[in-house]
């Protein structure tokens, strides 16, 4: 399988993705975002298909996008009660935009597949360099700021009397979550990146109680999809994105009973 | 350190005339919009105090404190704070459901200084387990906050508010959901890092735990402040003042 230098470079990108979406994923539960995270991956398809029509390639379609409108979306949405119709509004937009763009442009409905479902097949090496500076850059700039968003994320009260910048620390990991969209979306797909940054994060906070132990959870946990989703896509032909979907959503199934059955 | 000296009819405390004042509130107005909810209050903390702030909901207790933490604009008057004030605060809500993931220790730790990397020093993990240590928490130090009981939940957050040693600390209503036996635990913690310097201030309706933990008084009512020696404050007469 790893004969194969697409193989190959699906395994490296989708290992730095798996890093990336595991960090990030564990402060996008603890500041409740999932829904917003959702969100981003449909502004990344509205994006990525303007990219496509605009002649680009569809990352910096996607990032172009993704970063612009998570600073709007988190600025709207900074009320919670408000917080579900601002998002359920833009995600609406974004989609019809994906899709017009889409129509607009010249490419076959392939491309439009690839871009909402993720594709293994034709990742250069180019891109996958392309990839490990994103994500080099996001797993810098988190450890920078890791000890206020830790907090801000697990006790914005506590953060915000002790004087901690909220706005600023959530700004900054807004953008920060744009950047890891558009990143995992290269293989998962658009429309299924936020399962890697949802359900990994989701799962490990059942089995252990430290922020740095969750971190390493979430890491495997998404690491185990997207290396098992590659390796079950390469002999069974099916979807990568489909395994990787699949794997997250047992792992999550099986943190929800073993929290029920062990830990209550 | 602004250090003054306070005649005695003003302090109820016998053996020290030099008295050092950390925060010094002068003819404070303060309120939400244009709403002022305090009106004109002057009063100061000095080092060691525990100044209870008393009186009834919607008097103004919060909005004081909201201002003196700089989270809410004053309207007029003055606030001074000693050089480089340190302040831990224990807020009164905390969104701390059943499904919180956070030990008891992890939890505390968050407020280690805020620096640029991500691992603990050596000195900052003796720093937590002292805490826990000091506020009871260590044997039950790794269980999930969510889980603990509200007393054992109040200690997580003074500790946490403690852990940078703060000069002054403000507990606002940190008894008011608690037992009992709970809420002396929880002011016997606090009543001995009073004993090593820390000045307290503590918000509470309640006039019993006031005059055992307090030395002093900052009363708030509908119709202005009083304040004094905590043998003076006046026993509550209409329900509800408790």
Known sequence: MLALSFMRHAFVAGTFIAIVSGLIGVFVVARGLPFLTHTLSEIGFAGASFAVFAGWPALNGMILFTMLSSIVVGQMSIKRSRREAVISAVSALFLGLGILFLSLSSETASSATSILFGSVVGISIHEVWELVVLSAIVLIVTMLIYRPLKFDSFDDIGARVTGIPSTAISVVFLLLLALSVSVAAQIVGALLMFILLTLPAASAKYFTHGVAKMIVLSILFSLVGTWLGLYLGYLTNWPVSFFIALIEAVIYASALLYQKYYVE | ?242
Not at chain 2, 70 to 87: E, F, H, K, Q, V
């Open chain 2, 1 to 242: 350190m602004d250090a003054k000296t306070i005649p005695p009819s003003r302090t109820n405390s016998r053996r020290e005339i030099l008295i050092i004042a950390i925060l010094t509130v002068d003819s404070l107005t303060t309120g939400y919009g244009d709403q002022p909810i305090v009106k004109d209050l002057t009063f100061d903390v000095n080092e060691g105090d525990f100044l209870v702030v008393i009186g009834d909901n919607g008097v103004g207790k919060t909005t004081l404190i909201r201002s003196l933490l700089g989270l809410l604009p004053i309207m007029s008057g003055t606030i001074n704070y000693a050089d480089d004030l340190r302040i831990g605060y224990v807020p009164q809500f905390r969104n701390i459901d059943d499904e919180y993931p956070l030990s008891i220790r992890d939890f505390v730790a968050l407020n280690l200084p805020q620096r640029p990397f991500p691992w603990i020093t050596k000195k900052e993990h003796r720093a937590i387990e002292r805490m826990l240590r000091l506020t009871n928490l260590t044997t039950i130090a790794d269980r999930p906050l969510g889980l603990a009981s509200g007393g054992e939940k109040q200690r997580a957050y003074l500790a946490q508010a403690l852990l940078r040693n703060p000069q002054l600390l403000i507990l606002d209503e940190s008894t008011a959901s608690l037992d009992n036996d709970m809420k002396y635990e929880l002011l016997n913690v606090v009543a001995r890092f009073q004993q090593s310097g820390l000045s307290v201030i503590f918000v509470t309706h309640d006039w019993e735990l006031a005059t055992e933990y307090g030395n002093r008084f900052l009363r708030l009512t509908p119709n202005g402040a009083s304040s004094g020696p905590i043998n003076e404050l006046p026993k509550p007469t209409v329900e509800g003042a408790k």
